[in-house]
């Protein structure tokens, strides 16, 4: 008698060891401190528990059970889903997958936006100054946050913390600003109607961290395009530089006779007259000197700057180019080039397949000239699709053989060239024979500057002839010879690069296209490369929902009811008659 009670008492003891495990969980759990007491709780617990489940395994046989060889293997598998499950959990909370499934990738950066945010030198913070916190800018928020540690962002209400509003000078709710370091800058104030901007606060978060400015200046004089809200303006592309960083100012060569020395970039939209040589020579001189410069000749206009033009290989076709691929999507005739396809640039890498179109544009010509680069940019489609229209005057736009022009057409062409200057302190060595012939014309020759090159091989001069007289060329005042002088050493010579781009058209960033597909990207990229900003992300828009709702006139309605509602229940009732008659 007194074994069997021992045997209970055993047992009843070993209750003790879930007892003491719960009371170590409970007291780890709600002080949040796994110290030495809940741990000594836990120790114990396990342990007596061990030594029941052996003791009571000794007396009863009860693990050879297949009852308990079952419940094993039940809670076996359980703890092991629930392990699976909670690493499950773990990885989801320590890498973040997301798949973005909408056509157009609409939950999704593009790819500046996240360079520029990877790359952030120091924390950026945004200020949401709303009550509403809107699910849409929250999601963008927070794409912006995932792509770097150093983003936040906080909603505050202006109530609430007025201070906060005053410090930023809030004056309204909805007011979204950025702030890094002692810079402060407002991005845009949301509302109903408009949501957080991914354009805006990529522009704005690049101005703030960017602290250099890069000066940009339009040339005017010669009929170009105006600058201000016009008919025909590009005020909507002047808008877009300063959201980019860039400082415009117009330019009239005529007044200054050169270019001045802060312009990183220059830019000639739609001359409908011709420059003076003087001016043509100070692009010249310009470009010569590491310049950079954007020129959009649209058709039917001479701007004179073929000399310019001759020197990098580039000719202006004056046909008009013409597609008939894209005329009822653009919706404006074959003289207006639909352009999906673009040359591997960094102005064009992030474009894909996507649309720009070119109002009344000529193609352009390219050879090949020593030292210079030439990327094509803008191509249209083969023939029959695309081809250069010789006759502008007649109403019906036909390829005709052996006057017109083929596609695919170049619409545009991005070129570099490298330009080695010498050091002022290096004397300059005496002159030696040129290991390559001058350029030659009719009884002259046309000098050629010993500082625009490294070698005589990288040197583009040698294609500068015309049929009658030479095309001089700017040469330092120090260098009488028209022959390079010897090679010094690389130390003695610094490297630049010039850039330039020409576009066969100008009407593609006027106000109102600037907007519409990719045309105001391939206008910034262009003035971004040619700045020389490497760092500077380019412009790539937000995407965009598209519109797949079918619209259906009054006949087509109608006919869709009746279909519905008359048509399809008879056809479906006179199956029913027709099975209904065979089984009879």
Not at 86 to 99: D, M, V
Not at 157 to 180: H, I, M, N, T
Not at 293 to 304: A, E, F, S, V, Y
Not at 358 to 381: F, M
């Amino acid at each position: 008698m007194k074994i069997v009670a021992k045997k209970k008492l055993w047992k009843y003891l070993f209750w003790l060891g879930p007892f003491l495990i719960a009371v170590g969980l409970t007291v780890g759990l709600v002080s949040e401190k796994w110290g030495l007491i809940p741990l000594a709780f836990l120790i114990t617990g396990i342990a007596i528990s061990g030594l029941g489940i052996i003791w009571q395994s000794y007396e009863t046989n009860w693990w050879k059970r297949r009852s308990t060889q079952a419940g094993t293997n039940a809670l076996v598998a359980t703890l092991a889903v629930l392990a699976i499950l909670g690493l499950i959990n773990f990885l989801g909370t320590r890498y973040h997958l997301r798949a973005d499934l909408t056509e157009s990738q609409l939950f999704t950066l593009a790819p500046q936006s996240r360079q520029l945010v990877s790359v952030l030198p120091q924390p950026v913070k945004v200020w949401v100054f709303d009550i509403n916190q809107n699910t849409q800018d929250r999601e963008l928020l927070e794409n912006y946050q995932r792509q770097s540690s150093k983003f936040k962002y906080e909603y505050i209400d202006p109530q609430a913390r007025p201070g906060l509003a005053e410090k930023f000078g809030v004056k309204d709710y909805g007011e979204v600003y950025l702030e890094s370091g002692d810079k402060r800058q407002l991005v845009q104030t949301v509302n109903q109607n408009e949501r957080l901007s991914e354009i805006r606060l990529t522009s704005r978060l690049q101005q703030l961290t960017n602290s250099t400015t890069a000066k940009v200046y339009l040339l005017q004089g010669h009929g170009e395009r105006q600058l201000s809200a016009a008919k025909g303006a590009i005020s909507q592309a002047v808008q877009g530089l300063g959201d980019k960083n860039f400082t415009t100012s117009p330019l009239n060569l005529g007044e200054t006779s050169k270019v001045p020395e802060d312009a990183a970039v220059v830019i000639v939209a739609g001359p409908k007259r011709g420059l003076f040589e003087g001016e043509v020579k100070a692009l010249q001189d310009y470009l010569n000197h590491g310049g950079n410069l954007l020129l959009m000749i649209d058709p039917n206009t001479d701007p004179k700057l073929n000399s310019l033009l001759e020197e990098w290989g580039i000719r202006l076709d004056n046909r008009l180019a013409v597609d008939v691929s894209g005329e009822s999507v653009v919706g404006l005739g074959p003289a207006a080039p639909l352009v999906t396809e673009y040359g591997q640039h960094p102005i064009t890498k992030d474009f894909g397949n996507g649309n720009s179109f070119y109002p009344i544009s000529r193609p352009l010509e390219i050879t090949s000239v020593p030292g210079v680069q030439a990327t094509p940019l803008l191509r249209t489609k083969p023939y029959p699709k695309s081809w250069a229209e010789s006759d502008l005057q007649s109403e019906k736009l036909e390829f005709n053989e052996g006057k017109d022009l083929k596609g695919p057409l170049t619409l545009g062409v991005a070129l570099t060239r490298k330009q080695a200057a010498k050091s002022a302190s290096i004397p300059q060595a005496a002159p030696t024979p040129s290991p390559l012939p001058s350029p030659t014309t009719q009884n002259k020759t046309s000098p050629t500057p010993s500082a625009s090159r490294k070698t005589p091989q990288a040197s583009p001069l040698p294609s500068l002839t015309t049929k009658g007289k030479a095309i001089p060329t700017p040469t330092p005042a120090a260098t009488a010879s028209p022959t390079p002088s010897s090679p010094s050493s690389p130390s003695s010579q610094t490297t630049t690069e010039s850039r330039l781009v020409v576009l066969g058209n100008s009407s593609f960033a006027t106000d109102g296209l600037f907007q519409q597909q990719l045309n105001g990207d391939v206008f910034l990229n262009s003035v971004t490369w040619l700045s020389q900003q490497d760092q500077q992300p380019l412009s790539i828009r937000p995407k965009e929902p598209k519109n797949r709702r079918i619209t259906l006139t009054t006949t087509q309605g109608n006919l869709l009811i009746l279909s519905s509602l008359l048509v399809l229940p008879l056809i479906g009732f006179a199956i029913a008659v027709l099975i209904w008659w065979k089984r009879r």
